[in-house]
């Protein structure tokens, strides 16, 4: 039945065949057990009608429609003549399918639920009054047993190829439900299924904007993916290598690379609750298992009073093995160091804030920046834009200590930073220490509206921004992170990130305009 069509109970003999139901169940004389038989084809086609009046209801709206519909069903279920005929039992799991909630919200939801599964169990179950009834028969009770499981179980399965959600892993849309277990035994022994849940979990966060990192992570926890991955490296060693793929071919997309920072925050955490403990060397093979332990401390874990001696300690580790050409070797090896820092991006974030907070300059810094915007800088190449970026920051600080912001000396900086690169990752990182400027500095947020106009000489990096202040807006939302500035920071980030917004929508109408 078509969406929006009116419903009307009365357009059903829905007493009717309740009264049936009723009459059916009263006697087991042969004349009833005739009389069911030669009603069955009616009783198909009024169960079809009423699936496609329900099919896309919830139970809530079902019982103002039909409110004995669970008697009409129950009694059907409970009539041998009815459930053995396929057709017949195929449209009731039809309309119970419809009734089941797959994340029930109320009482009568999880009151409907249980109903639904207790019916289940005596469809499968052969009680002392169906018994005899078969032995009548002479039909042996296993083999009707057998027979109508199977029946059951062909209904599911025909019902769910029919349904719009894709068949191969269906549990992912909660059509079926899997014990964990389960699941980990149905992906460690079929890689496609494997593979469509990261699609499909990939698929919803991109394409089904979230409000914030938290029910980011949230949908990602709820994926069970994470916690797959933490008890089978085998499982993390798949998607590793999907996120690396989609990285790549998205070019470093700042979507792409939020939602691989917000998987390992998942990951990292239910990695802690796997007992006994995994060596972390058995997921990460091809890294430091020094750099893998310092990045694995999460900044919320340590007083931020701490976080500058432990970026130091990042970037020294790092710094090393990068240019330990013995170590690093080829670019698949800097491509491992790499990953492994975007996956714990949140130390990134931590020194964009030290660099605005920080008093004198730290080449360190500067450089862990430049290593994450753009890791294949040549050893000549990387003096000079460390120079240039040092020589722009210089010039971003100068404007923060002065008693009155003035965006005219900070546009200044800014261009000076774009003239000196052509390269796209690298104007990424002017555009954060923009961010990091407004954020952080004693009087950036005094000229928070006005320094928008900036971030559109970046034109596209605008995603990038975006993704930025997300991520600090959820760092520091940490309960451990938070310090009592933190909440004129958490303001601003919210305004810019609606004057962003407006902006893009007002380029977008120009562009309508003048097209």
């Known amino acids: 039945m078509a ?59 079902v019982l103002k429609l039909f409110p004995l519909i669970g008697q009409l069903l129950g009694r059907l279920c409970w009539n041998p003549f009815v459930v053995a005929h396929e057709e017949s039992q195929q449209y009731l799991l039809q309309c119970l399918w419809c009734l089941y909630s797959a994340e029930p919200e ?7 639920n249980e109903w639904i599964w207790n019916l289940l169990q005596s469809l499968t179950g052969v009680d002392h009054g169906v018994r005899s009834f078969i ?52 992906w460690l022994r079929s890689l496609p299924s494997l593979e469509q849940a990261i699609f499909h979990l990939t698929e919803t966060l991109i394409s089904h904007p979230c409000a914030s990192l938290l029910e980011v992570e949230a ?7 994470p916690k797959a991955a933490a008890c089978h490296p085998s499982l993390f060693r798949v998607l590793d290598n999907f996120f690396r793929t989609i990285l790549l071919e998205s070019d470093g997309h700042p979507k792409i690379i939020t939602i691989i920072q917000a998987f390992t925050r998942c990951f990292v955490q239910a990695l802690l609750q796997v007992q006994p403990q995994v060596p972390l060397k058995i997921y990460f093979p091809y890294n430091h298992t020094s750099l893998v332990m310092a990045l694995f401390v999460h900044p919320s874990e340590m007083p931020s009073s701490a976080w500058s001696q432990h970026l130091m300690s990042i970037i020294r580790i790092l710094k090393g093995i990068v240019q330990d050409k013995e170590v690093t070797g080829t670019s698949a090896n800097l491509f491992e160091n790499w990953f492994l820092l975007v996956r714990f991006g949140d130390w990134v974030n931590v020194a964009l804030q030290q660099l605005m907070m920080a008093d004198d300059i730290s080449e360190m810094l500067l450089w862990l920046l430049m290593f994450y915007c753009e890791p294949h800088v040549e050893n000549q190449q990387e003096s000079h834009l460390l120079e240039n970026i040092k020589s722009m920051y210089n010039q971003i600080k100068a404007v923060s200590n002065k008693s009155t912001m003035n965006l005219e000396d900070l546009r200044t900086a800014l261009f000076t930073g774009y003239l000196c690169t052509e390269q796209s990752h690298l104007k990424e990182l002017i555009n954060h220490l923009l961010v990091s400027f407004i954020l952080f500095s004693a009087g950036g947020h005094t000229i928070a509206k006005e320094s928008v106009q900036l971030f559109m ?12 202040l997300a991520s600090t807006a959820h760092r520091l939302k940490n ?5 009592s500035k933190d909440d004129k920071v958490q303001s601003t980030i919210e305004l810019l990130q609606q004057w962003i917004l407006e902006s893009q929508s007002e380029r977008v109408q120009s562009h309508d305009v003048l097209h």
């Open 106 to 112: 109320n009482a009568v939801e999880l009151k409907a």
């Open 135 to 186: 032995q009548s028969l002479h039909y042996p009770d296993e083999e009707y047993h057998s027979k109508l499981l199977k029946n059951m179980v062909s209904s599911v399965v025909k019902e769910l190829q029919g349904s719009q959600c894709d068949r191969r892993s269906l549990f992912l849309t909660k059509k079926i439900f899997l014990s964990e277990a389960a699941v980990m035994s149905l």
């Open 219 to 225: 949908i990602i926890t709820d994926s069970f993916l």
């Open 3 to 61: 969406k929006g069509t009116s419903i009307s109970a009365s357009s059903f003999d829905f007493e009717y065949w309740l009264n049936k139901a009723v009459e059916w169940g009263q006697t087991t004389t042969f004349e009833s057990q005739k009389d069911v038989c030669l009603h069955l084809p009616k009783l198909q086609e009024f169960l079809k009608q009423i699936y496609g009046a329900i099919q896309h209801m919830n139970i809530t709206p």
């Open 457 to 468: 000489l970046a034109g596209a990096a605008t995603d990038g921004i975006s993704e930025l």
């Open 479 to 483: 309960k451990r992170c938070r310090a």
